[in-house]
Each structure stands twice: as structure tokens, then as C-alpha cells.
């Protein structure tokens, strides 16, 4: 009997276990409420990375602003040929090296200028146009004139899109077979 009174007990148990035992289960109203919200998604971009360079651009991008143009010590005929527009200044002379300047942009004004010094003071006293080359096309100018060793007798002016760039031809002197020099932007404040 104890046997049978145990089994009963289980039955019991067990049976209010699987039926759920509503009976005793109290309807409660459950509430929520908002305690924290998340801030709206930004968006962002993805680092433009910039494309790749080649040695032209990379200089375009550095030094391209900074170059008006370029003096050529005694071009060769394929350079001449190449430059097509040319204005020679000076008629041919017996002496003197022919310097080729080429101005880097469309519609640049060349301005040869012929400089007076001052001998005690080294001091630029004079300044001289001596002929001004320009047009829509590059225009390049051929000068014949020897090139003094001591002070500049000549200056070259490129002027273009609102830069100004000098250069005094003068004696280079290293004997390295350099031919060419860049006029450069005068960057002053």
C-alpha cells in the first residue's frame, strides 16, 4: 500500500506538471518601457584613394605651377623644327651662342630685356625692353648673343595666366654639358 500511495503521489506531481496547473497562475499586465535609443546610423564615405600616378603627372602635380618655361643653349635643328613658331630677335652674328626660349602655356608673353649695372655697387640701374614676343600658340624666341662670364646683360620675362617668371642669361661655367634651364614663377608675397 505504501507502494501504491507513492505511485499516486507521482501520478499526482506529474500530472499537474504536464497540464500546467492553471489553477494557481494569476493574470499579470506586464508594461515596458523605452530606456535607451540608438542614435541614426551614419553614413560615411570610403577613402578616396587616388589613382595611380606616373612620373609625368606626379611632376605635373609638384612642379607643373612653377615652370614658365625653358632657356635651351644652342638648339639643334630638330629642336628649332620642333618649336615651329619662332621669333628671332637678333640677326645672325658672327659670335655669340643661340639660346631657344619656349614658354610653357598658350598665349605667354617673352619679354627680352637688356640690364645695366652699376660697377661699384653691382647693382642692376637700368632696365631696357629690347622685344616682346606673344600670341595664342606657343611662340618661341631665338636670341643670338654671347654670354658674359661677370654680370647678366640680358633677363628674360615669361609672363602667363597671371604669373610672372625671370631668368638671367648668364655664363652656367660647370662645363657639365647642361643645355637647358627653367624660367621659373617668381612666388614672391
Known sequence: ?????MLSAATLCAGLLLSGC???VTKTEVTTQKVYTLPPLEVT???QTPAPMGQEELFDALAGDSILGVVILNPTQEELELAENVDQVYPDQEYGEYMLIV???PGSTITLQELTYDYDTGEVVEVKDVHTTSGTDPVAMLVQQDIPEGFPTLRVVVEAQGRTGTYDLTYYGKGDGRRDFYIMWNREP
Open 1 to 5: 500500500m505504501k507502494k501504491f500511495l
Open 22 to 24: 492553471t489553477a494557481f
Open 45 to 47: 564615405q570610403p577613402v
Open 103 to 105: 614658354p610653357k602655356l
